[in-house]
């Protein structure tokens, strides 16, 4: 499978997207051309010490993002639904264990949306290429490993790019449910009628093919920046009424039951993961380096990362202090509709995620798009429709049989976050200096550069001291199929057990929250 070049993606995208959709340019588009280039011409080519791939891109310098712009960026493509589930991890951890286990997550995300932006830089200036997406990364690292694992590149890029829309298609299912659920608890306060709450998810099909049926990014540029003001406003009015009464914090657990931990872990990965918008990141900024920030505290990615665990942390602590064991999947359904306030929260919030459904849609279609590229033009009308009503329909379908957020992000979270967040670095790393030392310039003294073109290949030439980094990843691998494995499976369960239940209604005066606030 290829990658949409540049020119196939209609050239210029909407900012919004950009952070999404796993993209490379014309320059890093791994083609059988770019990668499949024999060991003895790149070690050739290695040799010359002016190389700076970040010169040879593209894109015009004026059009790249700087520092700040980038921290915004990634600030704005992290901080979004995920945050809403917050309390609920917190509820199956406990305060403590909620504290200490989200700084840990974060350390682990934040260290393997590194660990992966470094071996992008590893593979420029080994083998002279100026950028690369998720996928061009784990083909080009499998290509030029080990001789046993070169056969698998394809299937490593392919392997990614499913991942890649299972967990968008998968966050569209999630914001269905919560755009369904939020419209339920408005209405029913005002009619008094309570229907089946798959009725109200299933009624936002024809909304959403709407919205799915818009030709390009480029409309909705204007429905982006109405979501994130949107998004803004709720967030702001929620966390004022988590702030109300926090009387009831000595109530509350510092731990919860082991059993809860690996829910805990899958909501708060799927929250805070970042993995999929790093390279399309670092590929617009004007100062690439800067995204890391080498031996310092004040990289983009760190520094973006600190606020994050910071916010998420907050909201998770008070928003599980506030609603206790009655905490909903996402914070904002547990706010009462007696006040046009609450109302207001509920509604800004399900507006601005209505809106939001578009970004994660366009990842989708532009993945499938890539899979179905050497069709025969005449088909690809239909195919296109035809894709459009599929996901769309798809993301409503599961939405309407699985209406469970916080199981949900679960799911998602530790089935393809644990995946690509964590166990997919952690390979590339190894895979990437398993024979060869770092040849990175700002990670080595200048003075010794150029040894690095001087090694040969050698089992282990480039782990580190006592191979530290083998034994580091595999300590990531560790964490990282536990946290699939067990994180998928509570997931499995609390939704076959909330699927036998399946209340008439999650509105305020139901039945479900009468037995929480009586």
């Known amino acids: 499978m290829g990658v949409i070049s540049e020119s196939e993606q209609g050239g210029n995208r909407d900012p919004e997207i950009q952070t999404l959709i796993p993209q490379d340019g014309k320059i890093a588009t791994v083609t059988e051309e770019s990668t499949k280039r024999d060991v003895e011409h790149l070690e050739e080519s290695k040799k010359e010490t002016g190389y700076n791939p970040f010169a040879e891109r593209v894109t015009p310098v004026k059009s790249r993002t700087t520092d700040s712009e980038t921290l915004i960026h990634l600030l704005k493509a992290i901080v979004g639904t995920g945050i809403l589930g917050m309390p609920y991890a917190f509820m199956n951890a406990g305060l403590l264990v909620g504290v200490i286990g989200t700084i840990l997550i974060s350390c682990i995300c ?9 071996c992008a830089h ?17 083909e080009m690292t499998f290509l030029n490993g080990p001789q046993p694992i070169r056969k698998y590149a394809k299937a490593c890029k392919i392997t990614i790019m499913i991942m890649l ?12 449910v919560i755009v369904g659920n939020s419209f339920q608890q408005v209405i029913e306060r005002h009619t008094g009628v309570y229907l089946e709450q798959r009725i109200y998810i299933a009624a936002l099909l024809i909304p959403l093919l709407l919205l799915g049926f818009t030709p390009n990014l480029k409309m909705l540029t204007s429905v982006s920046l109405i979501a994130n003001i949107l998004m803004v406003l709720g967030l702001g009015i929620t966390a004022y009424y988590l702030l109300q009464d926090q009387s009831a914090i000595s109530e509350r657990p510092l731990t919860a039951p082991i059993s809860g931990l690996p829910q805990f872990f899958s909501i708060t990965v799927f929250a ?5 918008v790093m390279m399309p990141l670092e590929n617009s900024m004007k100062s690439p380096p800067h995204f890391l920030r080498i031996w310092s505290l004040c990289g983009v990615l760190n520094i973006g990362m600190t606020l994050v665990t910071i916010i998420y942390g907050a909201i998770g602590f008070v928003g599980f202090v506030r609603y206790g064991e009655c905490t909903y999947g996402a914070v904002t359904l547990n706010l009462g ?3 046009w306030l609450g109302q207001t929260v509920k509604i800004l919030v399900a507006a601005a995620i209505f809106c939001t459904y578009g970004l994660p849609f366009f990842v989708c279609l532009e993945i499938m798009q890539d899979f179905q590229k050497d069709n025969p033009k005449s088909s690809r009308f239909f195919g296109d429709k035809g894709m459009r009503v599929g996901i769309v329909l798809g993301s409503v379908i599961i939405a309407v049989a699985l209406p469970m957020i916080g199981p949900f992000m679960g799911l998602i979270g530790a089935l393809c976050f644990s995946f690509l967040g964590i166990i997919l670095p952690a390979i590339i790393e190894t895979i990437i200096y398993w024979e060869k030392p770092c040849c990175i310039p700002y990670y080595r003294d200048p003075k010794n550069f150029n040894l690095c073109s001087d090694y040969s290949p050698k089992p282990g030439h ?13 300590l990531l691998l560790i964490v ?16 076959v057990a909330q699927y036998s239940v399946s209340p008439v209604s999650l509105g305020s005066d139901s039945p479900v929250l009468d037995q929480c606030y009586s």
């Open 462 to 474: 480039g782990l580190g001291c006592f191979k530290w980094i083998l034994w580091k990843n595999i």
């Open 165 to 176: 829309f299972l967990t968008y298609f998968g966050s569209m299912c999630v914001y269905t």
């Open 337 to 339: 509709t007696e006040e």
């Open 110 to 118: 934040t260290h393997c949306a590194y660990t992966l932006v470094k």
């Open 480 to 495: 990282g199929l536990l946290g699939a494995i067990l994180g998928t499976y509570t997931s499995l369960l609390d939704i």
């Open 272 to 276: 805070m993961e970042t993995i999929g």
């Open 122 to 138: 590893e593979l420029y200036y080994r083998y002279h290429v100026s950028e690369l997406s998720f996928g061009g990364i784990g």
